[in-house]
């Protein structure tokens, strides 16, 4: 197994563009997640999913979007660039065991914009 | 406010020792709580999960506490070694939402020096 992977790996974009993502997972997980990590501030939730098909926001969604059209992949959109969105992403997955949920991270994508 | 806060001064320690990190939280009252291991430039990599109603949890060499009552959870890693260097990070979910929507602490860096 992959398990879950991110491309790219790294990107710079120039302000106002756009761009999308790319997370998927092949170990079959009902939810998905994208998380930014800034300096001193952790990982921040920014969308989730719990199934194909259902995707809610987190704690900061604004300026990204995403869609969940089947269980592998979850894209993430940044629908005009903001050098606020100077980050690194992580997508993770996780399955419900017990009502607790372990996350699996992929290894991450840098994101620079100028 | 809810809050999730780890030391964020690294933690400095002589190879052998007992590493002791700690994780604090307010206005949660989690289900479980989870500590996870990111070395530069990669994902988080799952260690540990404790649920509420348990007081202590081990696997080899690391041991969590969990203190509903202190709100707070303590990771120790005994017999420390160079390769425990890392960040480690703890995060917690909401009330039973079964959502998989985890809240992380910012981490703290943990230095072992040989």
């Known amino acids: 197994n992959a398990g879950v992977t991110q491309t790219p790996k790294f990107q710079v974009l120039k302000t106002g563009q756009s761009m999308t993502l790319q997370c998927a997972q092949d170990m079959n997980h009902e939810y998905m997640s994208w998380y930014r990590q800034d300096p001193g501030m952790g990982l921040r939730l920014i969308h989730y999913s719990v199934g194909a098909g259902i995707t809610d926001q987190g704690e900061v969604p604004n300026g990204y979007n995403v869609s969940r059209s089947t269980t592998e992949d979850f894209p993430l959109r940044l629908l005009s660039a903001a050098p606020s969105q100077t980050s690194v992403y992580f997508c993770a997955s996780s399955y419900s065991h017990k009502g607790s949920h372990e996350q699996y991270f992929g290894p991450g994508t840098r994101l620079t914009v100028t | 406010s809810q809050k999730i806060e780890q030391n964020s001064e690294a933690l400095n320690i002589q190879e052998g020792k007992t590493a002791t990190l700690t994780c604090n939280y307010t206005?949660?009252?989690?289900?479980?709580l989870q500590w996870y291991r990111q070395d530069p430039g990669r994902g988080p990599v799952f260690l540990l999960l404790i649920r509420e109603n348990e007081k202590e949890k081990r696997k080899e060499r690391l041991k969590v506490t969990f203190d509903t009552t202190l709100k707070q959870s303590l990771f120790h890693i005994t017999a420390s070694q160079p390769a425990d260097s890392a960040t480690y990070l703890c995060?917690?979910?909401?009330?039973?939402?079964?959502?998989?929507?985890?809240?992380f602490g910012q981490g703290t860096t943990l230095q072992v020096k040989p």
């Open positions: 206005n949660y009252s989690p289900a479980y």
């Open positions: 995060a917690l979910d909401r009330i039973s939402s079964n959502t998989g929507k985890l809240i």
